[in-house]
């Protein structure tokens, strides 16, 4: 059944959802499904831009055939070769012979190494600033490399003002019908899902967001259209200004996140007491996390969201709890830097998760680690949480600057 949504009198949303995706790169959890999205331009020519995940093959295609109403598709567009935005290239080149595959470079080198059909005869390869006129519609092109792949590029459409972004803006999250971000609850809904969308996927390329935002700043964009999450067409600034604090690796607000890991519950007795002092202070802005429990990419999302953390982890086997371990790993792959930092450490006989948590930070930029770490043997002692006190009294201090 037909599921298009008109974007404006010419431009077609013609995407899907998989609610059924359990995780994202086989990685990632996805509780609200995702979003593919593909839009159709009916001009003199007509141009699809992107396509979607081979899940929902069936639903594009009933999309698609009911958008163009009998016509053909004479460009598709590749802003991404990520599988999931071209899983179906082949099947549109043998249900339209006469299609050609717009896209650079590197982008044809990924379609070879995707692919076995023969593309040559249809490559239109374009440029930085290259221009493809559909009619009434004039499509100029900008690269976008590593946001987050290199052959990614932006599509501005001239005369709607509409720039078509791969997935810089997107998030996780089926749509439920409503298509814009202007239609639904965007911060209640959508932005944790967007952030821990940036910040999994596209973090690690900050300073390149940062240039293709310079790139497209003198442009009159009307509307931003993703390849996952919703289309924004209405307070484009505010989303803008997301990208911008994300890609610089600044907080979006003062608070903290507190992550721990515990075996037999003393180190997350030692969170606890933390976490109670921190809010008696008045810190509203407090997560708490067990590393064990909580996927990574949304404890992420948080460290790249608050201003501080506290890291708190037993020792083992010599070195440091596993799942912290992995967790700061992925914050350093994924460049995060600028915050305040606190550390307690745990260990029976050897403490040492300390100072492999410090070790880690110091591979991270302008990481600032407020006060020593506390250094707990086994379960907390009266001496040991005035320690903790004192470490959550001097964080509050920080996050409210009083």
Not at 40 to 69: M, P, W, Y
Not at 385 to 397: G, I
Request: overall charge neutral; glycine content about 6%.
């Amino acid at each position: 059944m037909d599921c298009t949504r008109q974007i404006t009198p010419d431009i077609f949303w013609v995407g899907g959802s998989d609610r059924r995706l359990a995780l994202f790169e086989n990685m990632f959890p996805l509780p609200n499904g995702v979003a593919y999205n593909s839009y159709l331009i009916l001009d003199q020519k007509v141009a699809l831009l992107d396509t979607v995940d081979s899940a929902i093959t069936r639903q594009f295609f009933e999309n698609l055939d009911h958008a163009l109403g009998g016509r053909a598709v004479d460009y598709i567009v590749v802003n991404h070769m990520e599988p999931d935005h071209c899983a179906n290239i082949e099947e549109l080149c043998r249900r339209f012979p006469d299609m050609k595959i717009v896209g650079n470079k590197k982008t044809f080198q990924m379609i070879r190494q995707f692919y076995d059909f023969d593309i040559e005869a249809r490559l239109h390869e374009v440029r930085e600033g290259d221009e493809l006129d559909l009619g009434t519609h004039r499509l100029r092109f900008y690269f976008a490399p590593m946001v987050h792949w290199p052959e990614v590029m932006f599509t501005y459409e001239e005369r709607e003002k509409i720039l078509f972004t791969a997935d810089a803006f997107g998030s996780f999250g089926a749509l439920s019908g409503n298509l814009f971000s202007d239609e639904l609850d965007y911060e209640d809904v959508f932005l944790d899902e967007a952030r821990r969308y940036y910040v999994n996927i596209v973090g690690k390329y900050g300073s390149q967001v940062q240039l293709a935002l310079k790139k497209v700043s003198g442009l009159d964009i009307k509307m931003l259209c993703p390849l996952h999450g919703p289309v924004w067409r209405k307070d484009l600034g505010y989303i803008l200004k997301k990208y911008d604090l994300w890609s610089r690796y600044e907080p979006e607000k003062k608070g903290v996140v507190l992550a721990y890991a515990s075996m037999y519950g003393n180190t997350a007795n030692a969170a606890d007491i933390i976490a109670g002092r921190l809010a008696a202070k008045g810190v509203q802005d407090l997560r708490v996390y067990d590393v064990s429990k909580t996927h990574a990419s949304y404890i992420i999302a948080d460290a790249f969201k608050y201003s501080h953390l506290v890291l708190a982890s037993p020792t083992y086997n010599a070195g440091l709890y596993f799942g912290m371990e992995s967790l700061l790993r992925d914050m350093a792959v994924l460049n995060l830097r600028n915050r305040k930092v606190a550390l307690v450490g745990n260990g029976s006989w050897a403490p040492l998760s300390h100072t492999v948590m410090q070790k880690l930070l110091g591979t991270m930029k302008n990481m600032e680690l407020l006060v020593p770490p506390v250094v707990l043997r086994s379960s907390v002692k009266p001496d040991q949480k005035a320690q903790l006190l004192a470490l959550a009294d001097t964080v509050a201090e920080s996050v409210l600057n009083r």
